[in-house]
């Protein structure tokens, strides 16, 4: 099974850990000749395909890499813009490679955002008094989990749908956070976590509910 990643989310819903697990690499490279017959685009500092399907690449995918080297944000590794780069023919044929980007700092702040929003919304619309707020989404490739303290302290983890022992999972990284960022004399309440033991621990409590499926009893 696998854990993709987590985020901690302050009661304000400001972002303040994210740790990437581990991230699935859908990829596909293919040598194009000339005139290119994907459309690109700009999209937040990346170029996006936005027309043109074919051999595993999708609407939406990055530019990652050109003929073997990784691009920077939307130039090439010369610092040339890729569109201008792809429009002469004189650089052709060339080897691209497509794929999900990954999301931003800023992304992940927005989206982090969002949750916080969708939570209080979800807490709102219940009929009882009470609500726990939102604590699962479900998709096709992974599920959301989110246990929330009584401090408003957010906890959020993203698993693969089969995956056991979250609940478990979620509790031992607040008491994580209890042990290693709150009793850090350093830690400032509400404030990014920046602490090695707390990165060391977390990891460790990954790594045993991915292989254990949850937590047994002294771990």
């Known amino acids: 099974m696998v854990i993709f990643s987590v985020y901690v989310v302050n009661k304000a819903g400001g972002l303040i850990y994210q740790y990437d697990n581990y991230v699935p690499r859908a990829e596909a490279e293919k040598t194009f000749s000339y005139p290119l ?12 395909v936005s027309f043109g399907q074919r051999d595993g690449i999708r609407v939406g995918h990055a530019v990652l890499s050109i003929n073997g080297v990784d691009v920077i944000g939307k130039n ?6 890729i ?3 792809l429009k002469d023919s004189s650089n052709y044929p060339v080897s691209i490679r497509f794929g999900r980007a ?9 989206l982090a955002s969002m949750f916080h929003s969708l939570f209080a919304i979800g807490s709102q619309l ?28 957010k906890f959020i983890v993203l698993a693969d749908p089969r995956q056991s022992g979250i609940d478990a999972l979620l509790r031992k990284i607040y008491e994580i956070y209890s042990d290693f960022a709150l009793k850090n004399p350093f830690y400032s309440l509400e404030m990014p976590i920046r602490c090695e033991l707390f990165d060391q621990n977390l990891k460790s409590a990954l790594e045993i509910a991915e292989k254990a499926g949850n937590f047994g009893a002294g771990s």
């Open 76 to 81: 090439t590794a010369e610092g040339k813009d």
């Open 83 to 85: 569109l201008e780069y």
């Open 102 to 110: 990954r999301l931003s700092s800023n992304e992940k702040l927005m």
């Open 126 to 153: 219940s009929p009882e008094v009470g609500s726990s707020g939102i604590e699962m989404l479900e998709t096709d490739v992974f599920k959301l989990h989110c246990f929330q303290t009584l401090t408003g302290i």
């Open 37 to 48: 017959d994907l459309v690109l685009k700009h999209h937040d500092e990346k170029v996006v």
